[in-house]
T-cell receptor
């Protein structure tokens, strides 16, 4: 079945450091890929998405590129802020079905001032 | 526009009891999905409802059930609670079109503790 493997956490960075959170997936066909973020005490929010190979999703300074050849969707940000501290989830949905998501295990990010 | 509303936010039950959780989707959204979040298993898909019909179901025992009403509000029920059912239950809504590759909008969740 479909699966998502995410970089183990927790990750601790200093403010303005470069962030990479690795995500690889296993799926048939052409899934859509997502990054969701969960702030303390809140539900998940969509951070960015990509629906086909070579698409780049971007939002709030975060970027991720859908790489079908390496089945990856790594999350990057050039300069993190304290307010980026949260748990980040990589997820996929099967082709044509956006409502049943398979999530990675989540990566806790802490940014120190 | 109001977001996804889940009630109750917190509840404590004992083993063997049952529980009902409620979810009100964003106005106009016809699809409601439920997820279980635990430290050990992470986020797992429970089921999805669209126009009062269950459209997808995850790999959970029959003790977990749900329904959707004509106004798109949804409830999920867990019967004969077990300690392992302690979790954050998240509801998510979307427009629901089959070709929709857009986002799910999540509520803040209902945290269930089973003693």
């Amino acid at each position: 079945g479909d699966s998502v493997t995410q970089m183990e956490g927790p990750v601790t960075l200093s403010e303005e450091a470069f962030l990479t959170i690795n995500c690889t997936y296993t799926a048939t066909g052409y899934p859509s890929l997502f990054w969701y973020v969960q702030y303390p005490g809140e539900g998940l929010q969509l951070l960015l998405k990509a629906t086909k190979a070579d698409d780049k999703g971007s939002n709030k300074g975060f970027e991720a590129t859908y790489r079908k050849e390496t089945t990856s969707f790594h999350l990057e940000k050039g300069s993190v802020q304290v307010s980026d501290s949260a748990v980040y989830f990589c997820a996929l949905s099967p082709s044509g079905s956006a409502r049943q998501l398979t999530f990675g295990s989540g990566t806790q990010l802490t940014v120190l001032p | 526009k109001a977001g996804v509303t889940q009630t109750p936010r917190y509840l404590i039950k004992t083993r063997g009891q049952q529980v009902t959780l409620s979810c009100s989707p964003i106005s106009g959204h016809r699809s409601v999905s439920w997820y279980q979040q635990t430290p050990g298993q992470g986020l797992q898909f429970l089921f999805e409802y669209f126009s009062e019909t269950q459209r997808n179901k995850g790999n959970f025992p029959g003790r977990f059930s749900g329904r959707q009403f004509s106004n798109s509000r949804s409830e999920m029920n867990v019967s004969t609670l077990e300690l392992g059912d302690s979790a954050l239950y998240l509801c998510a809504s979307s427009l629901g079109a089959r070709t929709n590759t857009g986002e799910l909008f999540f509520g803040e969740g209902s945290r269930l503790t089973v003693l």
